[in-house]
Structures are given as C-alpha cells and as structure tokens.
C-alpha cells in the first residue's frame, strides 16, 4: 500500500497479478479475497480472471472473491447482524443515506430564524461531509471553535446525535467504528487473507480495517501495479471543446484499428461535463444517437459517472406532473411535458397535446395549468384525464410520506405515466430507480411527520435528484472516466484531458465547518496546496505508468481566459504538438474517398396551376428577403414557436391601433365627420373606441392584458390617437371607402382573394380613401420600426402596399400611416403633390423620378414584383438572404435553413 504521506511507514507487502490469479484458479478455496477501490477495477479484474481461466481450458470455475471495499463491508456488516440476531441482541438501526440526509437538514432547519439566508439544503450537505470527515480522521468534537462556522457545526453535530439517539438509530459512521472492533475482536467470519487492489491513497478507514483483519489473525497485502515506462505524447488544443472531440476522434480510430484493446480517456472534471462528453464522443463514435427517433442506444463506450435519476426522461415527466397538479408550471417546462410521450394515451393525444402546447405559445401564456389544457382540449379522453387529474387534488391536507407515496402513484396513473409506448432498456431501468425513489420516500415516514404535498413533492424531487443514474449498458473496450476512476487500471493507450495550470493541481478546498490548522495536521483532502501538489504528482505518475501509449493535454483557452500547461509537465513540454481542427465524425472521415455527387437542392416543385400558396401579399415579402424564406413560411408552412413574455405583443398593440381606428372611421366616413367635432367630443370617441379595443382585447387575452396594464395602456392610446387625427386634419378633404377590407357599412367580409401575376393572393386593404377631387389613396398603418420604402426598393422587402396601387383602379397614391409614439405621420408616394404631409409627388424622390410618368412607375413596380412572382410560381428555393447580417437576424428559420454553414457573414455575425 503506497502511502498517502510520505512520512508514513507502513508499507504492505505486494503480491503481483499474475500469481494472484494463478492461485485464485489452482486452489480457489485458499485463495485470498481481492478488494477493489472501485466497481469498475473489480470488473476488470473479474474480467482478466475469466480469460485467464478460458486460457487453460476450464469450461466452468469457482467464482473468486472480487469485491470492493464497501461490498465487503456491507458482507460483514450482515454477518454481525445475523449473528447478534441469533444471540437475541439488536444493534440500533442504521440510519439509510436519505434519511441521514433528512436529519441533517431537519437539524438545520432548526436554526434557520436565527441564521434566515442560510441555505438549508446546501449547509445540509456541507455539516454531513464535515461529519464524516471528523469520523473518518478522529477528530475531537466538538472542534475547537476558531470560526462562527465551525461553531454552528459543533451546535448542529450535537443536535444531529441528539436526534439519532431519540429515534433509536446509528449512523453509517457509528456502525463502522462498531463493525471494525467486531472484526478485530474476531466476531465476523473475514478471509484470512486479502488482497488490496488500487488503493493507492488509503484512506482513515481503510488503514483502520487493515489494523483489524491484521489484529484477527489475517494478512494483508497489496497487488503489484502495473509500470509501463512513461514516455506521454503532449498535445495543446485550441479549447476544451476541440481538445475532447480530438481524444473522441483518436478513440474511434484506435477502436477500428484493434477493436480489442483496451482504451482509456480521462477527464478529471467529467462530472460537471457529462453532457457535453457525451455529445462529442457520439458525434465520433456514435451518430447515429443524433437521429430525431434515436432511442437509448448501446454505444460503443463507456462514460462512468451517472447522471442524477431527475435529469432523466420518464421522472423528469413524472416530477413535472406532480408539481403541475397543484400550481401551472412555466411555458418552457409546459412544452416539455405536453410534448412528452412519457404520459397519456399515445402518439394521437401527443401531437394533440402539441397542438395546443404551440397555441397556448401563440396566445402569450407565460404559465400554463391543467385548467388550460382541459380548456383546449378537443378529445374526450385528454379532457377526462384532466378531470382525473384535477381530481385527485388535496390542496388542505397533510399526510404522511407513505400516504403521499400512494397519493403520487395514483396521480401518475390517471396522467398515464410513463405513456403508452413499450419503455426501451434505459426508461426501463430509469423506471425501476424511480419505484426506489418510492420506496425511499416511504421510508422518510418516521422523520418527516405529517407534511403538505408541497413538501412531500419537494422531498420525492431531493431523493431523485441525489440518486444517480447509471444505465447498464455493455461491455466496451472504451472507458471514458473521471480522475479517480482510472486507479489501478491499465489499458493498452490512455489520453488524459485538462492537463492546464488552472485545473492541474486542482485548487485547494478546505472545509469551511473544520478548523484549517486542523485540516492540514491531520492531512484532509484538499486542505492546502503542497498536499493538492504532492497528490496531483503521484495520480500523475500511476497514469503515466497505466498504459504502453499516454497522451497528455491541455486546452490554450478558457472562455476568454489565456491557459498554460501543468508545471507538472515540465519534463515533456518540448516535444508538444498542437492539434489540428478535426470536426468531422468519424463515420464521415471513413467516406472521405467516396466520390461526392452535387445535388442542387435549391428548386422546389413549381406551384400547381391555380397559383393557390399560403399567406397573402406577404409572400412576395418573404421571396424577396430570401427565396428559401418565401418557400418555408408559406409552402411548408415553417413556423417558429413563440415565446410567450408577459404583457401584450408588438402584434397586440398594432390590432388595437387598427380596431381603435376602424371603430372611429366608421362613425365619421369622412374628414368632415373629424373637422366637425369640437375637441371635448374627439376625445370622447377617442376615448371610447379605446375603451372597446382593450375590453375586446381583455377578453380574447386576459392573460396578456392584466387590469393594472389596462389603465396604462388606455392613456398611451389616447395620446398615441389624438396625434395621429391631428395629421388627418391636415390632408385635402377625403372620404374614407374601405376599412380592413370592407366597405364602412359593412360589419363581415374583409378577407378577399386577388390573381396577380398568376399568383392567386389574399387580400385587406388597411383603408382605401376616395379624394374629394377624384381618385383613391391606399393607406397601411405601421405601429413599429421603420422599414425600407418598397417603392425606393429595387426587390421590395415590403411589397404590399405596391401590390395594392397594382390591383386597384384610380389608386393616385399609396403611404404608410404611422402611428407610433414619437414618430407619427404619413409617408407615401402620389401621381401629385400636396395629398398630405409626408406624401411627396414621384417625381420629387431620387429613386423615382427617372419615370416618365405615375403609370410608367406603376409599370416599373409590376416588373419588379413580376420577377419574385415568377420565382414564387416555379418553386425557386434558394437560401439567399438579400442582406445576409440583417435579413438573417430577423429571421427565425437559421436550424431549417442551415445558413450559418453556407453564408459566411451570418456564422460569423452569431459566433
Ligand atoms: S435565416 Fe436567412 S437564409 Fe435562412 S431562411 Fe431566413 S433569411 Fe433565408
């Protein structure tokens, strides 16, 4: 046993592996028990055993002792229960991890008032980690009291004990120190000879059980470990992202040279990374896990380190559920469920749900209830589990963790969880760690009294979120691990990640609850920078020695933080290389010498003949933007989700606008219905077709238009309204003929459908107002940003008020009316003059006043407008943004489209 100080001793004598195995398979019954630091060197060894054993012949042979420290513990632990069992003698209870972890913060809780921003859960975790650090290296408590923290510990401590010994139980850490005297006095039946493998910084406990099988008669020794002469290969990434695809990439390729060797990567921050190494080595080993319908799949590695139970598909669904039957969850974990298939009654109800998931969006509800859902649900079956659901409510009661247990089975049955659908091997098994989570909480009962169902879903969502989750999955010749799961391994090539000065050493963290003197004498983990140095040179020397091949690296950069080599890489550094950008897959890279065929994918099938597409006028908008944008939105129907946000849209305020405006022109037909009112009367009809707008909108959103916002937004359209009639005044005397598509008299109608350059369109005028001395003005009110003039726009961006002056008869002139807070006015184009302020004859603008005539410009229109219809009606496809930065960022279809890969200005606008 190497020994974690130098100045230490006691060394073990070592036996090495080969003869160990020799032994474990000539006299199996003699042969010694093999303790392992880890589950996976346990399996490894059990592995080498197997082969060694197929090696000589043997069909079948006696299972060796291959266990880890904790399996052999927890064996003796149940041989001194049956045996104090069998004289009539019970120990105490052992307190179960949940429970202990319960205590503690009930403990904590305690002293909350005195301490109101503590963090309960977090100090919970914190004093249970002191705790078994002062067991685990025997240190007086209560501990000298040298900080406030340390002195609230040694109060918590005491209450903690206090509520062990009232409840009649035993801490993990009690029952050892029992356990350990049981086994040196020779009361447990324990191999007579052990064999410790990978222990290479032993810990308090383990020197203590050493002590007690060596005072029972035992012996213990230490297997040999491995020495490969270290000769690493260094190599610099640009970042961490680059450095791990690159150790993802070199273990696909080792893996296809020799599938049978054994391939190791290290990450030492893997926990805090998983996602992201799981990614990265799927994109190289695995890609097939990217398909949209891509199941839990055996990949061809290992990633140790699970994941906790809650961030997993089906308890993710079921917490989200046992939450929702009480209070409405936020959008986005809205969409996460009504989107789940891990509920309800099957594909059908799914995209049902769906449905209303992008409606409810599409309405601006930030939070959404089962009331809601049952409100749009348009099936029996999704309205009655609603109705189940809603039924099983107990807002009043309190009850007891087991009682909660069946209350929650019963809500996850009425939601049908876990969905309709067989469960694939991963939900399986995340199935049969929920049911313990269950079982755990059931087990809370005496601890936690009669609580809430807040509390109790609190509880249930603590446990699964402590509970980590490891798929089984099988056997691979890749192992990708944390720092410390490499002890005593050995592979036949190993890259180790995060070998910069920042992470390696790794910084020193002592405990905030034990005194820091008393950290360093007695040598805890992490309690100051000559042991994290000393304890970062041996990992580093047992990594260098696991493996013939070892590659070492670093990332240049973090965030936009500068990072250098380990110092402990010193001796190497000369020879180090940088790494060259690899992005690819490896399943791509293996097809690198197929010939590439050229597919041009920017022809979509042209339009049927009647010229019939979605979305009106607004479609020649979009072709002329992007071509790709014009046949996504209103060919394929392409719609991003909204994102609700409280309050009313930008599109809520521009109905109002136009409500309010069409209420008020329909009383007054004309300019002289406006002239003739005094001021005191305007302000009334302003005012009460402010008043219907907002109570109209009330009732179609009361989600979106709180009461409190209503006032506001009543005098901000007053204001905004008296301006714009203001500039009504000042016109040439009108009448007005058309509002939203109808004529003033007419209360239905307004959608109508127009042929223009073979496109058949839909159609609604904003209004359409007839001059006293003849001739017509179309008017489009904008209520936002300024945009580009369509007819100073040689491909309109904006064309409907084009299409508009094209499709109608006598039309002298069209202009925006803009009524916007601060900028409110006519901008327009006439055949003349003097129509109103901000409607300037053609031949006074730069851009249109080489026409010959209005007519001759009306033509010029038709032509341009003409070419993006024609590429509308033969299905012209292409992804080519007209002014890619801008176009691109108001545009919401980049996923669909891809740009950032083919147009270099928008990948390089979003990096
Ligand atoms: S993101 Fe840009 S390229 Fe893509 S569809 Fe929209 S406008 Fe076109």
Redesign the pocket.
């Known amino acids: 046993m190497t020994r974690a100080s130098p100045d230490t001793a006691d060394v073990l004598p070592r036996t090495g592996a080969a003869e160990l195995l020799a032994r474990m398979l000539q006299a199996p019954a003699d042969a010694p028990a093999l303790l392992c630091v880890s589950s996976r060197l346990a399996q490894h060894l059990f592995e080498t055993h197997a082969r060694a054993a197929q090696a000589q012949g043997l069909l079948a042979w006696e299972t060796p002792q291959i266990l880890t420290l904790d399996a052999f513990l927890q064996t003796a632990a149940e041989a001194v229960r049956l045996d104090l069992r069998q004289q009539g003698r019970a120990l105490p209870q052992l307190l179960r991890p949940q429970q202990r972890r319960l205590l503690w913060r009930l403990t904590i809780d305690e002293t909350r008032q005195e301490q109101p921003l503590l963090r309960a859960a977090e100090a919970a975790q914190l004093a249970a980690e002191a705790w078994d650090l002062v067991h685990e290296y025997e240190l007086p408590l209560p501990l000298p009291a040298t900080t406030p923290d340390v002195e609230r510990f040694n109060h918590w401590a005491q209450q903690y004990r206090r509520r062990c010994q009232a409840l009649g139980r035993i801490d993990a850490q009690g029952w050892r120190v029992a356990l350990l005297r049981a086994i040196a006095e020779g009361q447990v039946p324990v191999p007579r000879r052990v064999v410790l493998a990978g222990f290479h910084e032993p810990t308090p406990l383990l020197r203590r059980l050493v002590t007690a099988l060596q005072a029972a008669g035992g012996t213990v020794e230490e297997l040999e470990p491995g020495g490969c002469e270290p000769r690493p290969r260094l190599l610099q990434a640009a970042d961490a992202e680059q450095e791990l695809r690159a150790a993802a990439a070199w273990a696909a390729a080792r893996l296809r040279e020799q599938p049978q060797q054994r391939i190791g990567v290290i990450v030492p921050d893997l926990g805090s990374r998983r996602a992201a190494v799981q990614r990265l080595f799927d994109e190289q080993l695995c890609p097939q896990a990217d398909a949209v319908d891509a199941h839990s799949l055996a990949r061809p590695y290992n990633l140790t380190l699970g994941e906790p139970l809650s961030a997993t598909a089906l308890p993710q669904v079921a917490l989200r559920l046992l939450r929702w039957l009480h209070e409405p969850l936020p959008y986005a974990d809205a969409t996460a469920l009504l989107c789940s298939p891990a509920w309800g009654g099957g594909e059908d109800e799914r995209l049902h749900r769906a449905a209303i998931d992008a409606r409810l969006r599409q309405e601006g509800h930030v939070e959404v209830s089962l009331e809601a859902l049952r409100h749009y649900a348009r099936s029996d079956a999704l309205r009655n589990r609603c109705d189940a659901l809603m039924a099983l409510r107990q807002p009043q009661r309190r009850a007891t963790a087991g009682e909660w247990v069946d209350v929650i089975g019963a809500v996850l049955q009425a939601a049908g969880w876990p969905g309709a659908r067989a469960l694939d091997s991963e939900e399986f098994q995340a199935h049969q760690a929920w049911g313990a989570c269950l079982a755990e909480m059931g087990r809370l009962e005496p601890f936690l009294g009669r609580v809430p169902w807040s509390a109790a879903v609190a509880q249930l969502r603590e446990i699964a979120e402590q509970t980590l989750f490891q798929p089984q999955s099988p056997a691979s010749s890749v192992q990708v691990m944390g720092a410390l799961e490499a002890e005593g391994l050995e592979f036949d090539a190993l890259w180790i990640t995060g070998f910069d000065d920042e992470h390696w050493p790794a910084a020193v963290r002592p405990h905030p609850f034990i005194p820091y003197a008393l950290q360093r004498e007695r040598g805890l983990p992490h309690a100051c920078a000559a042991q994290e140095l000393d304890y970062a040179r041996r990992l580093t020397a047992r990594w260098l020695a696991a493996a013939p091949e070892v590659l070492l690296s670093w990332p240049r950069q973090e965030q936009d933080r500068p990072l250098s080599p380990s110092p402990l890489l010193a001796p190497w550094l000369e020879g180090a290389e940088a790494l060259p950008v690899q992005a690819l897959p490896q399943s791509w890279l293996a097809q690198q010498d197929t010939p590439l065929e050229a597919l041009l994918d920017a022809q979509a099938p042209p339009l049927p003949l009647d010229g019939r597409v979605q979305g009106g006028v607004r479609l020649l908008g979009d072709q002329a933007?992007?071509p790709?944008?014009g046949f996504?939105t209103h060919r394929l129907g392409a719609r991003r989700l909204e994102v609700p946000r409280p309050g009313i849209s930008a599109a809520d305020r521009g109905n109002l606008v136009h409500r309010i405006l069409e209420t008020l022109w329909r009383e007054l037909r004309d300019q002289q219905g406006l002239l003739a009112l005094q001021p005191a009367q305007l302000e009334q009809r302003v005012g009460e077709a402010v008043d219907a707008a907002l109570t109209r909108l009330l009732r179609e959103a009361p989600q979106r238009l709180r009461p409190a916002m209503r006032t506001l937004e009543d005098l901000r359209l007053r204001r905004l309204l008296a301006a714009w009639l203001e500039q009504e005044k000042l016109r040439l005397p009108f009448r007005v003929i058309e509002l939203e598509g109808r004529a003033p008299e007419q209360q239905e109608g307004g959608n109508g459908e127009v042929e223009f350059e073979g496109l058949r369109l839909r159609l609604r005028r904003d209004r359409v107002d007839e001059l006293d001395g003849g001739g017509l003005v179309v008017l489009d009110y904008k209520t936002g940003a300024r945009r580009k003039l369509p007819w100073t726009d040689e491909r309109p961006e904006e064309p409907q008020l084009l299409i508009y002056a094209l499709t109608g008869s006598a039309v002298l002139g069209v202009a925006y009316g803009r009524v916007y807070a601060g900028d409110t006015g006519f901008e327009g184009i006439a055949a003349a003059g003097e129509i109103a302020p901000g409607i300037a004859a053609w031949d006074q603008v730069r851009q249109t006043a080489d026409a010959t005539g209005w007519e001759a410009l009306l033509g010029r229109w038709r032509g341009q407008l003409h070419t993006v219809a024609g590429e509308v009606r033969e299905g012209w496809a292409a992804?080519l943004?007209k002014h890619?930065r801008q176009?691109?960022r108001d545009?919401d279809?980049?996923a669909?489209?891809r740009?950032r890969e083919s147009?270099a200005e928008?990948a390089e606008d979003e990096a």
């Open positions: 933007l992007c790709f944008r996504a992804v943004p890619p176009t691109c545009c279809l980049h669909l489209c740009v147009v928008v």
